[in-house]
């Protein structure tokens, strides 16, 4: 454990006490930030075994910086904002494409060869090489997004910051989530996967092979599968319903995974658009 690391837990336990008056703790608070603004640092990540590590001690340190900070109004232009944290900037020097009417605050990390169009990235969140977050795309804060991604119209990426140890939404290298899609709350989507638009996929929401039938998991996608929203029958005392699910209808191939007329060919059979 680092000596950064133990200062901020310590200064968590103090969490209710904490005022923009705090200068030692908002030091320490303060330099966390602009580590995960750079890419020193990031709030979670995949480890060997394919499981997802969440650094607690980060989210702590973002949790107190809304303690640590008192409210300022800032204007760009005829628009005015009134907030605790501010805007990343400086774009150009990292490679960073920014339409105008896109957004994202400091302490959220845009790699190089990021696409913004006019959409937001919170503070925490891990935006990897190569990839584009499209027209109104929203990524939550904390959440984790893989290089070569492609984040449609209109997706909306949850944010998750408390409980701190809970897992943010992991969107792994090369994945497509199709226009409209919702995955939140610490839902996961594997390498090179296609959600078909308008999926929406959390962990209480089950992920069924079409093939067999059987359930593959809750609110994970496995790498490179072709997923869309589907409906499967319960019955219950007051009668029959319909409930969510996320259906596998194509695990794609080597010559499949990176051919995007061979993927809009599986979604268009399944009556479904990207």
């Known amino acids: 454990m680092s000596d950064l690391e133990t200062r901020i837990r310590r200064w968590y336990d103090l969490i209710g006490e904490m005022t923009p008056t705090n200068v030692e703790a908002r030091r320490d608070v303060e330099l966390v930030i602009t580590k995960l603004d750079e890419g020193q640092l990031r709030v979670a990540e995949i480890n060997v075994d ?22 300022t109004t800032t204007e760009s232009g005829p628009f005015e904002f009134h907030d605790k944290l501010d805007l990343k900037s400086n774009y150009a020097a990292h490679g960073v494409r920014v339409v105008p009417g896109a957004s994202a605050r400091r302490g959220s990390y845009l790699s190089p060869g990021v696409i913004m169009m006019p959409s937001y990235v919170n503070i925490g969140a891990w935006v990897g090489p190569g990839t584009m977050v499209d027209t109104w795309a929203t990524v939550g804060s904390c959440a984790q997004i893989g290089a070569n991604v492609h984040l449609a119209g209109g997706v909306g990426i949850g944010g998750v910051l408390e409980p701190a140890n809970a897992v943010p939404v992991v969107i792994e290298d090369g994945a497509f989530i199709g226009s409209r899609c919702m995955v939140v709350e610490g839902a996961r989507v594997g390498k090179g996967s296609v959600l078909g638009a308008g999926t929406i996929l959390n962990p209480s929401i089950p992920v069924i092979d079409a093939q067999s039938g059987a359930e593959v998991s809750r609110g994970y996608v496995p790498d490179y599968c072709v ?48």
Do not use: T
Not at 50 to 64: C, E
């Open 50 to 71: 394919n499981g997802v590590v969440v650094h607690d001690w980060i989210k702590q340190a973002i949790l107190l910086l809304f303690r640590l900070r008192a409210m």
């Open 227 to 274: 997923a869309v929203s589907a409906q499967r029958r319960r019955e219950y005392p007051g009668g029959e319903f319909f409930l969510p699910c996320v259906l596998i209808i194509k695990r794609l191939d080597e010559n499949e995974r990176h051919s995007k007329v061979a993927l809009n060919e599986v979604l268009r059979e399944n009556g479904v658009a990207m």
